[in-house]
């Protein structure tokens, strides 16, 4: 199948402003792309691309005095499968685990374990060691947060929406990777494109989406908290330790997003 992907986004500055972008679709997924997802704005301006210290593509402009438009659309191939599920993945003792996936165990910004360990055994120690438990912490975090856009805030901590039992999906998946790194299993935070094919309506306004990769049995597997079933058509954008290394934009000045629209729907034939 193929799956058309893009965003609308308005700005309005009031002097010129830096930016950094990170809306490009993932590398992982370059061999897929069809129409390639460039940046383009209005009024145009230089864009300069770099790769940030996780792989991810971002970008680099500086948005005029006034209003400025920033898009895309693109169209992917995708395998139309639903997230896959492997029971029998097995967690690692932590000496076994590689180098590089050591970071994701640590706590970050938005993922206190220090603050969350004792209340993550007492919650999962009994769980099935591996796939069984990262399940259970989805299971858990799914049925004790209500999602809601009202209930969105940036500066929301793990133990605070654990506290707090409301959010958006980035505080679930906040809740739940903090949860696995004080269970010794190495999770890191994506955000992507996730619409909903495969899905009865009604259906949600369009949005980015955050869910998590957890390392069990030798590779990453996706799992996500705020919808706690396989879904079609995501499409990563970026990964990192939390939504602090994955922000879709960063601006240096004052600024007010006018308007906002994403779009992830299926291709027609």
Not at 96 to 117: A, I, K, N, Q, W
Not at 125 to 140: E, H, L, M, S, T
Request: hydrophobic share 40%; glycine share 8%; proline share 8%.
């Amino acid at each position: 199948m193929q799956i058309r992907v893009g965003y609308e986004l308005i700005y309005e500055c009031p002097q010129p402003t830096p930016m950094l972008l990170t809306l490009n679709t993932h590398f992982s997924r370059v061999a897929d792309i069809v129409t390639p997802d460039h940046i383009v704005t209005s009024p145009s301006v230089p864009i300069a691309p770099y790769r940030d210290e996780f792989g991810n593509w971002c970008s680099r402009i500086v948005a005029p005095t006034g209003q400025i438009r920033i898009s895309t659309d693109a169209v992917l191939n995708d395998s139309g499968l639903p997230d896959p599920i492997e029971p029998n993945a097995w967690q690692h003792p932590v000496q076994d685990l590689p180098d590089e996936t050591l970071v994701f165990l640590l706590g970050s910004r938005y993922c206190d374990t220090d603050r969350m360990t004792e209340i993550a055994w007492s919650l999962f120690d009994k769980a099935p060691i591996g796939w069984g438990r990262v399940q259970a912490i989805c299971d858990f975090v799914h049925n004790h947060i209500v999602f809601g856009y009202e209930h969105a805030r940036s500066t929301r901590t793990a133990m605070e929406a654990f506290h707090e039992r409301r959010g958006v999906c980035r505080d679930y998946t906040h809740l739940a990777i903090t949860f696995c790194r004080c269970m010794n299993i190495p999770a890191r935070y994506c955000t992507g494109y996730l619409g909903d094919i495969g899905m009865p309506p009604p259906y949600a306004p369009g949005d980015f989406a955050a869910w998590f990769e957890v390392f069990l049995g030798g590779r990453w597997h996706i799992f996500d908290a705020r919808n706690n079933v396989p879904r079609i058509g995501r499409v990563l954008i970026g990964r990192g330790r939390d939504a602090t290394d994955v922000p879709l934009s960063t601006t240096f000045g004052p600024n007010v997003l006018k308007s906002f629209k994403v779009w992830t729907d299926e291709v027609q034939s």
